[in-house]
């Protein structure tokens, strides 16, 4: 059945012009006027933007982290509601199991008839000691898991990796395609000032900021870039959320190493002092990297509207504050890291970037949905619209206004990192592959309606690399 959307205007990473859009069945098949006769069903767009669906690039859905699992992907209306279309989520390799593995128990025990958005999947290096783990590079990029993610962070953990490892990764990724990840976070150090704070008793969630500053981060950047150059391969840091990082980023690419970057919304609108709410409330911000001094957000949000940075992913992680932040309560090593936040990206990237004047429309959707799918190889298929892309639109209404709360919040946690912040727009209606799935802000899409998306190897999607 063929739908026409009709006077709305489209937004695309380069461009805005008014403009119809005929979906027919999974697929966007005319763009332009006079289509009206072709179409069984129109949907007057005026006054309404048409964005890209999003692509979250970084989620965590039904991740055992920390002693705990996150919310699964029975919980992906959430991302629908928010007008992300796509997420690639971060597949954990179980301790003994070759990644393949990893990624077939993953798709069949947490996603496949659970998820209702579109899904890729992340690989993630762990457990090394797995005969052959770079030997499987090449057939994950074949089977369309072109991307690889390895934690230089959470030392004493199954998801630490060394610099040796990290160094052999980038080095086995480059011949085959693949796009090495990595959360840059000097783990040693970390481990270090943890226990120095919690010897002096101090245990409290603010001072898992103190446990994890700026130079922790930054100086992982630099040393990730660093290996990256001497293996002459290219990487890209995840979650970057201080100016220090980014200008690392930003150093390094200026000196020719393909290196690129992706911030989140908990670090463009949350600061330190979210940690310190009393009451323990702070635990419900613990994340990783930790949230930073106000100083540093208008340099994130200027490194993407400058192109610095790439992407905006979620990190969505849905912990909820009983019964999993409250593991922390004696002291903060304990908490669950990590904030929910898949269904909140475009609300915070339109209300606090575009509304603001920080972000164009253009970088919005961008780092909401173009950049993401060039990066990690659905472009063209989806990230635009495009004749011949899948039919993922946000219809956004930018008269919206609202707020955000846990009260209509469909991420299945008991509370928002957002609570109270405003939603100026917001997306009315959200078609995937030419299905109408969110509608008012309620889901009216069904769980298991998501596919895997096989995507192309780095480079390949992406073949002219951003301008320096
Ligand atoms: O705090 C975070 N970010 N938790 C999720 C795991 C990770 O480091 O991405
Ligand atoms: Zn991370
Ligand atoms: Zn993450």
Same mark, same amino acid.
């Given at each position: 059945?063929?739908?026409?959307?009709?006077?709305?205007?489209?937004?695309?990473?380069?461009?805005?012009?008014?403009?119809?859009?005929?979906?027919? *069945?999974?697929?966007?098949?005319?763009?332009?006027?006079?289509?009206?006769?072709?179409?069984?069903?129109?949907?007057?767009?005026?006054?309404?933007?048409?964005?890209?669906?999003?692509?979250?690039?970084?989620?965590?859905?039904?991740?055992?982290?920390?002693?705990?699992?996150?919310?699964?992907?029975?919980?992906?209306?959430?991302? %629908?509601?928010?007008?992300?279309?796509?997420?690639?989520?971060?597949?954990?390799?179980?301790?003994?199991?070759?990644?393949?593995?990893?990624?077939?128990?993953?798709?069949?025990?947490? &996603?496949?008839?659970?998820?209702?958005?579109?899904?890729?999947?992340?690989?993630?290096?762990?457990?090394?000691?797995?005969?052959?783990?770079?030997?499987?590079?090449?057939?994950?990029?074949?089977?369309?898991?072109?991307?690889?993610?390895? !934690?230089?962070?959470?030392?004493?953990?199954?998801?630490?990796?060394?610099?040796?490892?990290?160094?052999?990764?980038?080095?086995?990724?480059?011949?085959?395609?693949?796009?090495?990840? @990595?959360?840059?976070?000097?783990?040693?150090?970390?481990?270090?000032?943890?226990?120095?704070?919690?010897?002096? *008793?101090?245990?409290?969630? =603010?001072?898992?900021?103190?446990?994890?500053?700026?130079?922790?981060?930054?100086?992982?950047?630099?040393?990730?870039?660093?290996?990256?150059?001497?293996?002459?391969?290219?990487?890209?840091?995840?979650?970057?959320?201080?100016?220090?990082?980014?200008?690392?980023?930003?150093?390094?690419?200026?000196?020719?190493?393909?290196?690129?970057?992706?911030?989140?919304?908990?670090?463009?609108?949350?600061?330190?002092?979210?940690?310190?709410?009393?009451?323990?409330?702070?635990?419900?911000?613990?994340?990783?990297?930790?949230? =930073?001094?106000?100083?540093?957000?208008?340099?994130?949000?200027?490194?993407?509207?400058?192109?610095?940075?790439?992407?905006?992913?979620?990190?969505?992680?849905?912990?909820?504050?009983?019964?999993?932040?409250?593991?922390?309560?004696?002291?903060?090593?304990? %908490?669950?890291?990590?904030?929910? *936040?898949?269904?909140?990206?475009?609300? &915070?990237?339109?209300?606090?970037?575009?509304?603001?004047?920080?972000?164009?429309?253009?970088?919005?959707?961008?780092?909401?949905?173009?950049?993401?799918?060039?990066? !990690?190889?659905?472009?063209?298929?989806?990230?635009? &619209?495009?004749?011949?892309?899948?039919?993922? &639109?946000?219809?956004?209404?930018?008269?919206?206004?609202?707020?955000?709360?846990?009260? @209509?919040?469909?991420?299945?946690?008991?509370?928002?990192?957002?609570?109270?912040?405003?939603?100026? *727009?917001?997306?009315?209606?959200?078609?995937? =592959?030419?299905?109408?799935?969110?509608?008012?802000?309620? !889901?009216?899409?069904?769980?298991?309606?998501?596919?895997?998306?096989?995507?192309?190897? !780095?480079?390949?999607?992406?073949?002219? =690399?951003?301008?320096?």
């Amino acid at each position: 059945m063929a739908i026409l959307i009709k006077n709305g205007t489209i937004v695309t990473a380069s461009e805005e012009y008014k403009s119809d859009v005929l979906i027919d *069945g999974e697929k966007i098949v005319a763009i332009g006027t006079g289509l009206d006769s072709r179409a069984e069903t129109i949907i007057d767009a005026a006054g309404k933007y048409l964005f890209p669906g999003g692509i979250d690039a970084h989620s965590h859905f039904d991740l055992p982290f920390m002693g705990t699992n996150t919310a699964g992907f029975d919980t992906t209306p959430a991302a %629908i509601v928010g007008g992300t279309t796509s997420v690639i989520d971060f597949t954990p390799q179980p301790a003994g199991m070759s990644l393949q593995d990893s990624i077939a128990k993953h798709r069949e025990e947490a &996603i496949e008839g659970k998820t209702a958005v579109d899904y890729s999947l992340h690989s993630m290096v762990m457990d090394t000691s797995v005969p052959g783990l770079f030997d499987e590079f090449g057939p994950l990029v074949k089977a369309g898991i072109p991307t690889i993610k390895l !934690f230089l962070a959470y030392k004493g953990t199954p998801f630490n990796v060394d610099d040796a490892t990290l160094y052999s990764a980038l080095e086995a990724a480059k011949d085959v395609g693949m796009l090495a990840m @990595t959360h840059a976070e000097n783990g040693d150090i970390v481990s270090l000032l943890q226990q120095k704070l919690i010897a002096a *008793g101090k245990t409290e969630p =603010r001072y898992h900021a103190e446990s994890r500053p700026p130079i922790v981060e930054a100086e992982a950047t630099a040393r990730a870039a660093s290996l990256a150059k001497a293996a002459d391969a290219p990487i890209f840091i995840v979650h970057v959320s201080c100016e220090d990082a980014m200008l690392a980023i930003r150093t390094a690419r200026q000196q020719g190493v393909d290196i690129f970057g992706e911030t989140c919304p908990q670090y463009l609108v949350l600061d330190v002092d979210y940690l310190a709410k009393p009451g323990f409330e702070g635990a419900k911000y613990v994340c990783s990297p930790a949230l =930073r001094d106000k100083s540093n957000q208008d340099p994130l949000w200027r490194a993407l509207d400058n192109g610095w940075l790439q992407t905006v992913g979620s990190d969505h992680c849905g912990f909820n504050f009983k019964g999993q932040k409250e593991m922390g309560r004696e002291q903060f090593t304990g %908490i669950p890291n990590g904030t929910p *936040g898949v269904e909140n990206r475009l609300a &915070i990237l339109y209300t606090y970037g575009v509304m603001t004047g920080k972000l164009s429309l253009q970088r919005m959707v961008d780092a909401f949905a173009t950049a993401p799918a060039k990066f !990690f190889g659905m472009y063209p298929r989806k990230g635009s &619209i495009i004749v011949g892309g899948d039919a993922d &639109i946000v219809v956004f209404d930018p008269a919206y206004e609202g707020k955000i709360s846990v009260a @209509t919040s469909l991420h299945g946690v008991d509370y928002s990192a957002y609570e109270g912040f405003d939603e100026k *727009g917001r997306a009315d209606k959200v078609f995937l =592959r030419g299905t109408l799935v969110a509608d008012g802000g309620k !889901f009216v899409g069904q769980l298991g309606q998501g596919k895997f998306i096989k995507r192309q190897p !780095f480079g390949l999607a992406y073949q002219s =690399r951003m301008s320096r």
